[in-house]
Nanobody
Framework: QVQLAESGGGLVQAGGTLRLSCTASSIFHINAMAWYRQAPGKQRELVAT???????KYTDSVKGRFTISTNDAKNTAYLQMNSLKPEDTAVYYCAAATRPVLLFTVTENDYEHWGQGTQVTVSA
């Protein structure tokens, strides 16, 4: 069983920065970790994902502003969020996959394990 512990959410003004962290407690090898978000009234969407080899994928709206990374042990994922906008307001969820993930076809069904979510609120 993989447990994911998220931290780092909060309230920030537009243009500000936040850093989210997600640590996976697992004896299994983590092949990929991701951050998803869900805004009120909207579907959950992929924000960014990173494989154990370091390959990354971002949704277009965050490219150039957000950076996903992992620690050397590959069991902690970070999401550095710069130049935040009010439209980034959402609950952010960490996800982990112990099976191989293909970035060009990845969906949320590829991630077997999910965190509880952390609120990010960006004020105008």
């Amino acid at each position: 069983q993989v447990q994911l512990a998220e931290s780092g959410g909060g309230l920030v003004q537009a243009g500000g920065t936040l850093r989210l962290s997600c640590t996976a407690s697992s004896i299994f090898h983590i092949n990929a970790m991701a951050w998803y978000r869900q805004a009120p009234g909207k579907q959950r969407e992929l924000v960014a994902t990173i494989t154990s080899s370091g390959s990354t994928k971002y949704t277009d709206s965050v490219k150039g502003r957000f950076t996903i990374s992992t620690n050397d042990a590959k069991n902690t994922a970070y999401l550095q969020m710069n130049s935040l906008k009010p439209e980034d307001t959402a609950v952010y969820y960490c996800a982990a996959a112990t099976r191989p993930v293909l970035l060009f076809t990845v969906t949320e069904n590829d991630y077997e394990h999910w965190g509880q979510g952390t609120q990010v609120t960006v004020s105008a």
